[in-house]
């Protein structure tokens, strides 16, 4: 993503370059009750000079950030540093807390990052990696099996994380197949859409993995 954008993010080749080993994180309050719980390892030779402060936002998606948080990487390869790991839902609440300024590093999609920096935001930050493509990893999926295709989703409600790269690919579908104005959309964190499709209260989702 050719941007040029401003803030530096020191952690970002170290996270980079972790993450393509293996992984970790900081345990007790950071680590993911799921999380399966492995010897803190580091695949370098640890260095104690290194002692900046990162507070890093994650998002419960399968990806190599969780294992360098998972197995304490980061803690491990830079002993002396002061890392902190926050949870959030979706890129969306990532880019409220990038504006805050409570994180320095964190996981965003494609349009929560062109929001964030672009106005009324002009957030201060720049992408550092493309973690991958997401293709199928991120889909519509319907309670009723009569539905098989968009426009069988007029009248009923849609449940997205607004703001997310979900919620916009969501919005031109339904705007490309003329229902946009028929359907509701709901405003629903991953964690929330589960409960939700099993109360019975949307009747599709459009969400990434694990979720979906």
Same mark, same amino acid.
């Given at each position: ?93 990532? +880019?409220?807390?990038? !504006? ?5 590093? *964190? &996981?965003? /999609?494609?349009?929560? #990052? =062109?929001?964030?920096? @672009? ?21 519509? +999926?319907?309670?009723? !099996? ?5 426009? *069988? &989703?007029? /009248?009923?409600?849609? #449940? =997205?994380?607004?703001? @997310? ?39 599709? #989702? ?7």
């Amino acid at each position: 993503m050719p941007l040029s954008w401003k803030r530096p993010l020191a952690l970002a080749a170290v996270l980079g370059a972790v993450a393509a080993t293996t992984g970790c994180v900081e345990s007790g309050r950071t680590v993911h009750p799921d999380a399966v719980q492995a010897a803190a390892q580091c695949p370098v030779e640890p260095d104690p000079s290194i002692t900046t402060t990162a507070r890093i936002a994650w998002q419960a998606i399968p990806n190599g950030d969780l294992a360098v948080k998972d197995l304490r990487m980061l803690e491990t390869c830079m002993p002396s540093a002061d890392i902190t790991w926050s949870k959030f839902d979706s890129g969306g609440d990532v +880019v409220q807390a990038f !504006g805050a300024g409570s994180v320095d590093l *964190g &996981l965003i /999609g494609s349009s929560p #990052a =062109v929001r964030a920096v @672009s106005p009324p935001l002009d957030i201060d930050l720049r992408v550092v990696w493309l973690q991958d493509v997401i293709g199928a990893a991120e889909s519509l +999926v319907v309670r009723d !099996g009569s539905v098989t295709s968009v426009e *069988g &989703l007029a /009248g009923r409600t849609v #449940a =997205v994380p607004f703001g @997310s790269t979900a919620h916009y690919s969501l919005l031109s579908a339904l705007r490309e197949a003329g229902i946009d104005r028929e359907t509701e959309l709901i405003n629903l964190a991953p964690d929330k859409m589960i409960a939700a499709w099993q109360r019975g209260e949307i009747d599709a #989702a459009w969400v990434w993995d694990p979720t979906l």
